[in-house]
């Protein structure tokens, strides 16, 4: 039966659950209070990465935060502040980084992604999705220190066990994959099962794709209250209009914890802050690597280069720290021969808030005392690959159908 259905959030998440949900046949509305335009869906990286199956709790995450607390220019930082819901979180992180919890948390991790991925590539086959840049030569993990280099192959090793293939390369075989640039490394894990794309031009097209399909997208409107009666939304108010809907799915990011608190839900999430600088001129950087001492990602989308990174819990807030940009540029440096990153580019650099949750899986899926709402949430560093199978997964239980994937670990209620 068809739905009048309502997506708050207009990001990766809530784009791709408008977009099964028009084509599971209901009437979809996006509401997004920003201009749609930029943040953490518009500055990341780009990488579909099955190959991420360890999750940011995992063990020592906690020390290494406590070490870089005091460093302005760490890529991991927490900023100590005595907020409830930060508190919170914090601690359920802390419960969340044991090696039990980090095993459980992999085929999951796992099984959403490759989901994903095969939906990114069911969508590049869709005519409505020619210009899509999307590249699958894999993703390469750089490392200069035989410390950095041993932690990542024990990684692969445990993704080789999930299934997920990649090679070692010495600096001969990084030559041959990486034929644009020289790279200064001592070796790189090669994973085969990633791909890329230029954030950008995926979110144009989605956007086109469901005005074209009579999806209604509301800008520069915020969601402030919902009036709830026994056990539904009735209404959601938002700056300027009252309105009424069937299903409301909530997809706000970062922000999602205020809003659920107003429907009467404790969702762990923090903003993990992003920064990106692109770099227009040549850099003849041709494969997707994370550089692993510098703990950033490069990417080469179209027109242009992106390096990106920082993982910064310092609340909800744009503001740009110029000591990380400048160490992301550094980073780089050092593991591209002769790289120019220009100044006008590291000026020009922007940032984006991923939506953390405590335990690096997702949020999707129903709550018990609101049946008329979903949540598609919390995806921190792997947003942009999940989009495809979280929209998948909310349409389907929109639409009273089995999912794809059995969700109860991605549940909205779970504890830590
Ligand atoms: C530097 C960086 C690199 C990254 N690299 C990668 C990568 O390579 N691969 C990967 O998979 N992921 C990556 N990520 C993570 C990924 O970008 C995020 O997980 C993803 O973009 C989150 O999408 P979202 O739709 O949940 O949130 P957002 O994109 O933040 O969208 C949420 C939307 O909700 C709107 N909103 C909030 N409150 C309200 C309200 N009250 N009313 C109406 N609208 C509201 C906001 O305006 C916003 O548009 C990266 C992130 C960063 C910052």
């Known amino acids: 039966m068809a739905k009048k259905v309502v997506v708050i959030g207009g990001g990766i998440i809530g784009l791709c659950s408008a977009y099964y949900l028009q084509k599971e046949g209901h009437q979809v509305t996006v509401i997004d209070k920003s201009s749609m335009d930029a943040g953490a869906s518009y500055v990341n990286a780009g990488y579909l990465t099955p190959s991420h199956i360890i999750p940011l709790a995992s063990p020592g995450m906690i020390s290494k935060g406590l070490k870089y607390m ?4 760490s890529p991991f930082y927490m900023k100590p502040r005595l907020d409830y819901d930060f508190l919170k979180w914090a601690w359920a992180f802390k419960k969340s980084s044991t090696p039990k919890k980090v ?5 999951l ?3 959403i992604n490759l989901l994903s991925r095969d939906l990114y590539d069911e969508l590049k086959t869709d005519i409505a999705f020619k210009d899509f840049h999307y590249e699958r030569k894999g993703l390469l993990m750089y490392f200069q220190t035989q410390k950095e280099g041993d932690h990542e192959i024990k990684v692969a090793e445990s993704a080789k066990r999930l299934g997920l293939a990649s090679s070692i390369l010495d600096m001969e075989g990084i030559s041959k994959v990486e034929t644009g640039i020289s790279v200064n490394a001592l070796g790189a894990v090669h994973y085969h099962c990633d791909g890329h794309t230029t954030p950008l031009n995926f979110m144009k097209l989605l956007k086109a794709n469901l005005t074209k399909n009579g999806v209604k997208i509301l800008k520069n409107e915020a969601v402030i209250d919902f009036k709830i009666t026994k056990d539904k939304i009735k209404s959601i108010q938002t700056t300027t209009t009252n309105y009424h809907f ?3 799915v909530l997809a706000t990011g970062s922000w999602s914890g205020n ?3 107003k429907l009467k839900l404790d969702l762990r999430i923090q903003a993990g802050k992003g920064y990106c600088i692109d770099e227009l001129n040549p850099t003849n950087i041709t494969m997707p690597a994370i550089l692993l001492e510098a703990k950033m990602a490069v990417t080469p989308m179209i027109g242009f280069t992106r390096f990106a990174g ?5 609340g909800i807030n744009h503001q740009i720290n110029k000591k990380r940009v400048n160490a992301i540029a550094d980073g780089a440096k050092r593991f591209y021969n002769g790289l120019q990153i220009n100044r006008a580019s590291s000026a020009n650099a922007s940032c984006g808030l991923r939506p953390v949750s405590p335990d690096g899986l997702p949020y999707i899926g129903r709550v018990k005392h609101l049946n008329n709402l979903s949540i598609a949430t919390g995806h921190a560093m792997m947003g942009w690959s999940l989009g495809p199978a979280t929209g998948k997964l909310i349409a389907e239980l929109i639409s009273d159908k ?3 994937l059995n969700i109860s670990s991605y549940s909205p209620l779970r504890t830590f």
């Not at 005091?70 to 220019?73: H, L, R, T």
């Not at 920082?310 to 310092?314: D, K, R």
């Open 246 to 248: 069937d299903e409301v």
């Open 70 to 73: 005091f460093n302005s220019a």
């Open 109 to 111: 991790i796992r099984d």
């Open 259 to 261: 809003l659920a608190k």
């Open 310 to 314: 920082t993982m910064e819990f310092s």
């Open 402 to 404: 089995v999912t794809s």
């Open 103 to 107: 095993d459980k948390a992999m085929p």
